[in-house]
């Protein structure tokens, strides 16, 4: 028996920049996890996943992640998803250096 779909968000890596970002309902990248689109149907994920792949001179490596609807957006289910959105963890530079100025 398949396993139920949960929702997702699509993801990947800006080709030029490297870092992590997340499709957004309106076709645009975003370095925010809280702007993705949450997705709860698995037909839509498979084509936003699609569109997603055939951006290749803007990312690599789109893929779907888990996520459930937080209070302020998307949140990932897996650690994996948590490191990568805070970005390197070897030194404070990009998004965590970002963080540690305000």
Known sequence: MARAFTPKVITANALIEGDVIYL?????WSREL??????????HAQLRLLEAQSQAGEVVGAYLADAIDGPNGPEPTHFRE??????PSNY???KQEAEANV
Do not use: V
């Open 24 to 28: 957004t309902f309106d076709d645009q």
């Open 34 to 43: 809280s702007q993705a689109e949450l997705i709860t149907d698995e037909a």
């Open 92 to 94: 404070a530079h990009g």
């Open 82 to 87: 948590e490191f990568r959105r805070t970005g």
